[in-house]
Structures are given as structure tokens and as C-alpha cells.
């Protein structure tokens, strides 16, 4: 039961690295600085490779107990999964504000270049100077 309770632990010790790392690049994010945005995602798929190795360990090592454990074993098992679950929850909303922030910043670089289009159309609608030396408008358009 010792093994089980040290990695409960432990994936608690990895989930608070990753809401501390959500936490750095929504800083960034928020600041529209997304240099980091690659490294960010990287690092968090190595925390939760290293998370899902802690699940594979700790289902194994949960079909070997007996069902013995004591209340105070047990009081502390409650206490890891209940830590796991405020973690797990701040995670979500980090990464819903992330992902909040990233479509703002889509949808803004898609208003400018919808604005730059349109632009351009507008320049294509004036014909160059003929023989008259006078800009006509395309009527095309």
C-alpha cells in the first residue's frame, strides 16, 4: 500500500509542475507572446507521458493489494485522490483560458488579413494608367 500512496504522490508532485507551467505560458499567452508556444506543449506532453506511466503503475499495483489497508492508509489515499481531483480541475480551467486567449488572437489575425484582402481587391479595381495617363475604376468588380 506504501507503493501505491508514493505514487499518488508523485503524479500529485507532476500535476502541480503542469499547472505551474500552464500558469508561466498563460502569462505569455495573455501578453500575446507565443515564442514559447512550442516548447510549452512539448513539456506538456512529456509530464503527461510521465502521468500515464504513474496511472499503468498505480492500476497494478491496486489489483496486487488485498483490501486490507488501514482507516489511516485509507484517510490519506482519500486525501491524494481528493488533492488529484483540485488539480486536475485547475488544470481545466488553465487550459480553457489558454485556449480562450489563442482563438482571440485567431480571430484578430483573421480580421487583418480578411481587412488586407479586401485591400487588395480595392487596389485591383483601379486599372494602371492607360494612353490617357488617368486611372479608370473597373467596372469588372
Known amino acids: 500500500m506504501e507503493m501505491i500512496l508514493d505514487l499518488?504522490?508523485?503524479?500529485n508532485m507532476f500535476l502541480e509542475q503542469f499547472t505551474t507551467i500552464n500558469e508561466a505560458e498563460l502569462l505569455n499567452i495573455e501578453s500575446r507572446d507565443f515564442a514559447n508556444l512550442e516548447?510549452?506543449?512539448?513539456?506538456?506532453?512529456?509530464?503527461?507521458?510521465?502521468m500515464s506511466r504513474l496511472d499503468e503503475q498505480i492500476e497494478h499495483f491496486c489489483r496486487t493489494i488485498d483490501g486490507t489497508a488501514?482507516?489511516?492508509?485509507?484517510?490519506?489515499v482519500t486525501n491524494?485522490?481528493?488533492?488529484k481531483d483540485l488539480l486536475v480541475k485547475k488544470i481545466?480551467?488553465?487550459?480553457?483560458?489558454?485556449?480562450?486567449c489563442?482563438?482571440?488572437?485567431?480571430?484578430?489575425?483573421?480580421?487583418?488579413?480578411?481587412?488586407?484582402?479586401?485591400?487588395?481587391?480595392?487596389m485591383e479595381t483601379y486599372e494602371k494608367p492607360g494612353a490617357e495617363g488617368k486611372n479608370k475604376l473597373n467596372e469588372k468588380v
Open 39 to 50: 516548447s510549452f506543449y512539448e513539456c506538456r506532453e512529456n509530464l503527461l507521458k510521465i
Open 92 to 100: 481545466v480551467d488553465q487550459d480553457l483560458c489558454i485556449i480562450t
Open 70 to 76: 488501514t482507516k489511516e492508509t485509507k484517510t490519506r
Open 8 to 11: 499518488l504522490e508523485r503524479k
Open 102 to 122: 489563442i482563438e482571440k488572437e485567431k480571430s484578430g489575425i483573421i480580421s487583418e488579413l480578411k481587412a488586407v484582402q479586401t485591400s487588395r481587391k480595392l
Open 80 to 83: 491524494l485522490l481528493d488533492r
